[in-house]
């Protein structure tokens, strides 16, 4: 008789792989980056693809979901990453402040984050992975990540590129949402941390979530 316990074990064994530098990362992201630190790098070398979760993020707001889009240039077709280059014509950092605030001065734990994450905006990088690796070192320093490793190797990509309406079917716990009429799973790792605060990692730990099931690494 099979043992169901070492083929589920199988089915969720830790693949060595290369983490999206995301720009405030979705919950499914963060997870995954918290439970397989020890196994995971942020490459350089990944490649950039329009329209997905590198330069923008979900937040949500009194009219409903708030998209944060940090302007980019670049050339060619599959640019890496460390070629995608932030634009400063206009004062995207203002915006993005300005948004972040409306949707969360409210929330119970925006006096706790706000002044910290004023200081990442104050900061103009060159390049779009400098300015997100300010904000995954933030996210370090709120959350149990020991090691966030930057690698200029190539290694498998897990696969963190879907839209928000793409969103692997996962079971989401819900939580209290400050304009919800109707709980939105999944957003910005800004809007469980305005929400939940301290208990926003109990929260991670209780999606259950199956890497197998929502093919997390593309195939070579």
Known sequence: MCDTKEINDKNNKKKNGVMPFFYWGDLVWLKYLIEN????????LQTYRKQRNFNRTYLLGGNGIVVLTIPVSYEGMFPKISEIKICYKE???????????????????FEYYWNSIEEIYKQQPEFLWEFNYLVIHWLKKHFQIQKVECTNEWLPLANFSYRLEETPDIAFPQYYQLFSQQFIS???????LMNLGVESEQYLKNISLNYNDIKIFRKK
């Open 91 to 109: 004062n995207w950092q203002k915006n993005h402040l300005k948004k972040i605030y409306y949707a969360y001065k409210n929330s119970a734990y």
């Open 37 to 44: 630190q020890d196994i995971i790098k942020f490459s350089l």
């Open 186 to 192: 999944n957003l910005s790792t800004l809007d469980l």
